[in-house]
């Protein structure tokens, strides 16, 4: 049971280009979120998803885009990156008791 | 609004010595969902413990231990005779109802440091 995936892992960028992070969750989840962490400030929620179709904005979703086409897939876009989106980006899911489950997440710099 | 408060930013014990994690929170909801979550130095986020807003009980796993408070808005965390292993972030989180779905919040996080 792979639980919750990311990818890539690590990845850099140079400032203006595009890129997407995948998250895939094999639990079966209805809600999915994107979190970005930076150090000092814990984790803060770009965009989540609660069920296939629907996504909503969080905290900080300027910069950002995602869709949730599939059920078990969640993709996090960057149409244009910045150096202040190098981060760390997280990837979660929960269920109806609403614990999250985190992926491993994926380093981003951005140059 | 939501808002978790982790007031300590970094603490440093001795192996052996018990720890005490603050955390105060704020919500207008009446239902909502508290957890603390530990983020070893590998970096993932591992879940350890989820409190509703109903259930007051105190919670003992092991070395770990939770104290739920509604009336002071705090969910403490404490760990008895700390180990190097338990040297992390530990980061306090609140989820409520919003838009079909739940939104969390998270503390800024508290950096543990246990030395042998």
């Known amino acids: 049971n792979a639980g919750v995936t990311q990818t890539p892992k690590f990845r850099v960028l140079k400032t203006g280009q595009s890129m997407t992070l995948l998250c895939a969750q094999d639990?079966?989840?209805?809600?999915m979120y994107w979190y970005r962490q930076d150090p000092g400030m814990g984790l803060r929620l770009i965009h989540y998803?609660?069920?296939?179709?629907?996504?909503a904005k969080g905290e900080v979703p300027d910069g950002y885009n995602v869709s949730r086409l599939k059920k078990q897939n969640f993709l996090l876009g960057l149409e244009s990156a910045a150096p202040s989106q190098t981060s760390v980006y997280f990837c979660?899911?929960?269920?109806?008791?609403?614990?999250?489950?985190f992926g491993p997440g994926t380093r981003l710099l951005v140059l | 609004a939501q808002k978790v408060t982790q007031a300590q930013t970094e603490i440093s014990v001795v192996e052996k010595e018990d720890v005490t994690l603050d955390c105060v929170y704020e919500t207008r909801d009446t239902t909502y969902y508290l957890f603390w979550y530990k983020q070893p130095p590998s970096g993932e986020l591992v879940f350890l413990i989820r409190r509703n807003s109903f259930d007051e009980q105190n919670e003992i796993s092991g070395r770990y231990s939770w104290n739920f408070q509604k009336s002071t808005s705090s969910f403490n965390f404490t760990i008895t005779a700390s180990q190097v292993v338990d040297s992390a972030v530990y980061f306090c989180?609140?989820?409520?109802?919003?838009?079909?779905?739940?939104?969390?919040?998270f503390g800024a996080g508290t950096r543990l440091f246990v030395k042998a």
């Open positions: 989180a609140l989820s409520e109802a919003q838009g079909g779905g739940f939104k969390t919040i």
């Open positions: 639990m079966n989840h209805e809600y």
């Open positions: 979660a899911s929960s269920g109806p008791v609403k614990t999250q489950y």
């Open positions: 998803s609660v069920g296939e179709g629907t996504t």
